[in-house]
């Protein structure tokens, strides 16, 4: 397996630094892997499109879309996704539905995406009316197996009330990838996760001080997890490797806050507390090569990821 974190970011952004943290321009949280002959997009965030295409891969290739839940950072590039892949061009040139699983009112959705667009549509008669499927999943099983791949999802915490957030775990030919999706710390990262390849984990990283001056950022941090939390995970699950994605530095710009940003630095120490293994800290465009029990890194170019 091939896996590419096309978006690593979260929906912050500081005024005149779009897609910028302390580290890197980031893109919403997408994740691509690359299967024998499957292609599987998990979330398609803000810039979905731009980076799919610095990646070299077009629109037409794309098997399944995988949501984990339906907040704007992770749903967003959809319509961009599904409207620039019907367009004739060398990127485009779609001619097979899109179909998308993710939690109940995933098919509602796509209707609506679809109806927003109609008028794009009746303008470019031309392009292919390419549909837009959705499907709802089952609770912690597997949801879908083709040409010996399977996608198991499975229930986390991220405050979306009466809708569930999921994780998803890909297996293939005896290799294992786990993405957490947006999660608090969670058991069935951990029960789903033991002994994968690869842990793939959302993080939020806060500045001491600033929730002390913002305590309404709290219900923000609650949702999510913390580089301990994080690391406590990957020292219950074992993975050969662990890395971060959907990494939320909390300070800085654009809190207005006079505490700054934390870093990357930052993140590792913190996570070091709990975790001693094997660890990356994604970057958009860093892939994993997944096969034989070993993971190999491949970092973007002119891009300073960090792996600890």
């Not at 978006?7 to 919403?28: E, H, I, Q, W, Y």
């Not at 470019?124 to 999802?153: S, Y």
């Not at 941090?221 to 662990?242: C, D, M, V, W």
Request: glycine share 10%.
């Amino acid at each position: 397996m091939r896996v590419i974190l096309l978006g690593t970011g979260s929906p912050v952004t500081a005024p005149g630094k779009l897609f910028k943290s302390s580290d890197s321009v980031r893109a919403n949280a997408t994740t691509l892997i690359h299967a024998g002959r499957e292609t599987l997009l998990f979330d398609a965030g803000r810039g979905v499109v731009n980076r799919l295409s610095a990646a070299g891969i077009s629109g037409k290739v794309i098997t399944a879309i995988f949501l984990t839940h339906f907040h704007s950072d992770h749903i967003v590039g959809l319509p961009d996704l599904w409207l620039t892949s019907r367009l004739n061009f060398a990127w485009g040139g779609r001619e097979i539905p899109f179909e998308a699983w993710g939690p109940p009112g995933t098919p509602a959705l796509m209707t609506a995406i679809a109806q927003a667009f109609t008028p794009d549509l009746d303008e470019r008669p031309h392009d292919i009316r390419l549909p837009l499927v959705g499907h709802e999943l089952d609770t912690n099983k597997m949801v879908w197996r083709r040409n010996g791949v399977t996608v198991t999802a499975f229930v986390v915490e991220h405050g979306t009330g009466s809708i569930p957030a999921y994780g998803y775990r890909i297996d293939y030919e005896g290799s294992s990838v786990l993405l957490s999706g947006d999660t608090c710390y969670h058991e069935n990262v951990i029960k789903y996760g033991k002994g994968v390849d690869l842990l793939v984990h959302e993080v939020i990283v806060v500045h001491p001080g600033l929730l002390k001056r913002r305590p309404d950022l709290l219900r923000i941090f609650n949702i999510h997890t913390s580089p301990e939390q994080a690391g406590r995970i990957f020292s219950l699950t074992k993975p050969k490797l662990a890395a971060y994605t959907h990494i939320i530095f909390f300070g800085g710009p654009a809190f207005s806050s006079p505490t700054p940003a934390p870093t990357t630095r930052d993140l590792i120490s913190q996570t070091r507390k709990s975790y001693k293994g094997p660890l990356a800290v994604g970057f958009d465009l860093m892939s994993f090569d997944v096969i034989a029990g070993k993971v190999a890194v491949h970092r973007p170019p002119r891009q300073s990821a960090v792996r600890a």
